[in-house]
């Protein structure tokens, strides 16, 4: 029992650098006297720029409560989790939840990718996962902006944009 828990305090360690990590990489400021309304969620963090709660861990058994409240305050919710690619690597993992015509999306298996510090953010479809068609994301100071842009120009260019990606998350969170 005791390894389960120190297991699990280990992955929200991982979460939090993460969160933190994205945060500064995007150029959000943290709000954290914000999480009250969203405090049935679990740990989190408030990034008034994007309008967009960062919630450490999985959506799993979170989204019914999550999809509450994204229709109340029309705010962004990403959910954070590390893992491992089918190739092994360890990446970082996020859910994304928004408010689009009155409904609440689900977008999952999504990955940061990016070419460099100085180059753009953006959440793609991880490409080995099954969601690998879905939605991009430009991260940036607005909301999160969905878009049919694709940010590579060749498939070698798409593969190293996450590995660019999980290299500048992991030296800027530490981990």
């Not at 150029?27 to 408030?46: M, N, P, V």
């Not at 959910?79 to 609440?104: C, D, H, W």
């Not at 689900?106 to 510090?117: C, F, I, N, P």
Request: proline share 5%.
């Amino acid at each position: 029992m005791k390894y389960k828990d120190a297991e699990r305090l280990a992955r929200m360690e991982r979460s939090r650098r993460a969160a933190f990590a994205l945060a500064d990489l995007a150029g959000w400021d943290i709000d954290l006297a914000s999480d009250i309304f969203f405090a049935g969620l679990g740990e989190l963090i408030y990034a008034p720029q994007p309008d967009t709660v960062i919630v450490l861990g999985p959506a799993d058994g979170r989204r019914d409560k999550c999809a509450s409240y994204i229709q109340q305050t029309r705010s962004s919710v990403l959910f954070i989790e590390p893992g491992k690619s089918q190739l092994g690597n360890s990446t970082i993992y996020m859910s994304l939840a928004r408010s689009a015509k009155g409904q609440v999306h689900w977008h999952d298996e999504l990955r940061l990718w990016s070419l460099g510090k100085d180059d753009e953010l953006w959440l793609l479809p991880d490409p080995e996962g099954s969601c690998a068609d879905g939605a991009t994301f430009l991260l940036g100071q607005g909301p999160l902006r969905q878009t049919s842009d694709r940010p590579w120009k060749d498939q070698q260019e798409h593969g190293f944009g996450f590995g660019c990606a999980d290299t500048l998350l992991f030296n800027s969170g530490g981990f």
